[in-house]
């Protein structure tokens, strides 16, 4: 290909971005990235009775937070409303744009006409013969030139449809603003966009384009759609219902921005390996359009928080300290850096998000309440006395205060316990766990006693002897 890759992601300001959007930006961006190209952010703000203030600043700061960085704009089509007027002049002295005569309630009668009679409504059979010079106050409608279609989608292949599908739809409003159908052929053409890549929604009003582009006698882009993603039970397209939350709620909740960006590009595209976690450097070099599913991808939130965790893992430590700042629980304020870092060195293997720390590490820095649930509900300790629970904590206690509490020596003293007392580890643990963090999960056991240090987890478990 010798013309320039451009691509570009063009949302309308009319409430959050959430993962839908947020994928077609990224595969847009992908193919620009990989191909030394130009990604352009479009804001599509020329329906003003839907669009939510604070919605265009708050999709660049979902893409700045992602690292989806844009080459030109943002451009917002409310600004640019003297080209579209330049087009639409050029389909009125050509013959393909007209006034339209009719009031929203007439065209509403057509419809039902179409409706009694069982048949599709089409504008174009109702097209007046002579109209009035267009004065800017009523909508200005296409004249179309129904045909047949074919035409190659990078993702869905190659498709086509009948002209019967192809009617006058409105390239200006009566407010001045340009329709999306009009003002993005217009603006993809202005910009030199190489690549259209959009959702499925779109796909119905492609001949529609078609027609449009020619009548301009305009080259048509590269187009690619993408499908739509799906619910977790792959029943139906994902929505606010199931779910589909605002990206920068994910900022909130302490997932990385590299690990969101590799569950939503590989929601629907695989490289044709097995391999499922992806930095960006490798999504940039493996992405490719012909690999996208033509099919909907399932959106499955236990996926996510795996991948996100697998990021997680693969950090440095010290890099991990910086991210995790803000989302330790109120009692670590008291404590050093190198004390918090030994507890995040524990919890990183089964952290899943930076949200989850607080529930994971509180029992660091203070004493938890008794717990009675803990032991009752257990599945293997509900079966036990009091007297033999508190018999086998009594050994635990003697055993472990011989130690120097070195994590080595912790799990020599625990693997000698298991011989003496001829318990399984999910029964003498668990209790040990139980006591010295009143926690219904924690980190490998070894590890945590010796962070919590010899005094601290004696005296719980001498309380919970106690309790007993």
Known sequence: MNQKIK????????GFLHVGGVRTALFAWLVAQQNNGEFILRIEDTDQAREVEGSAQHIQDCLDWLGINWDEGPFYQSQRLDIYKEYAQKLIDSGRAYADPYTPQQVQEFREQAIKEKKPFLYRNHRPDKTAAWDGKS??????????YSWKDEIMGDLSTGAEVIDDFILIKSDGFPTYNFAHIVDDNEMKISHVIRGQEFLASMPNYLNLYEAFDLNRPYFATIPHIM?????????KRDGAKDIL?????????????????????????EQEVFSISELKEKFSLDRVGRS?????ERRLLWINGSHIRGLKLEDLYQKVEGYWPEEAKDHDKSYKKQVLGLVQERLKYFAELPELTRFF???LALNPELISTHKQLKKYESGQLKDLLQKAKASLETTDFSAEQIQEALNKLLQETGEKPAVLFSLIRIATTQAPASPELAGSLSVLGKETSLIRIGTQIERL
């Open 7 to 14: 691509t570009r992601f063009a949302p309308s300001p009319t």
């Open 365 to 367: 820095f203070t004493d």
């Open 296 to 300: 909907g991808a399932r959106f499955d």
């Open 231 to 239: 619910n977790e039970q792959g029943n139906k397209k994902l929505s």
């Open 139 to 148: 909508p200005l409608r296409f004249r179309s030139d129904p045909k047949a």
């Open 249 to 273: 709620d994910y900022k909130k909740e302490g997932y990385l921005p590299e690990a969101l960006v590799n569950f939503l590009a590989t929601l629907g595209w695989n490289d044709g390996t």
